[in-house]
């Protein structure tokens, strides 16, 4: 992970399956401040905007490491027959037929 010099070595890194779902979860700790603020959510390699994503991985993130502040970055690869990009003319918002399964992941 080389958008934060400074993290080398020291982010987290988790990989989950489920079914014919993957996700890949890097954590950034919030005491290595960088530029900008990383919290992205990628599937099939297109960077998108779900608030609901966003939001279940801000509540897993405070359940799990409490008021500690991290960045991240999520990448799910679906099959493409699960998802639709054809929602918004900028393809950042998806319409996904099994978001159950992407929401258990994280």
Not at 12 to 40: C, D, H, M, R, W
Not at 70 to 90: C, E, G, K, R
Request: aromatic fraction near 12%; hydrophobic fraction near 40%.
């Amino acid at each position: 992970l080389n958008l934060i010099p400074k993290a080398q070595g020291k982010f987290l890194f988790a990989e989950k399956y489920y079914e014919n779902t993957e996700l890949q979860v890097y954590l950034v700790p919030g005491f290595l401040k960088s530029p900008v603020k990383i919290q992205n959510i990628y599937i099939n390699g297109r960077y998108i905007l779900d608030k609901q994503l966003h939001r279940v991985m801000s509540n897993a993130l405070s359940a799990n490491f409490g008021q500690d502040e991290w960045q991240y970055l999520a990448f799910y690869h679906l099959p493409t027959d699960t998802i639709d990009v054809n929602v918004h003319p900028n393809k950042t918002i998806i319409k996904c037929m099994d978001s159950s399964k992407m929401i258990s992941l994280l």
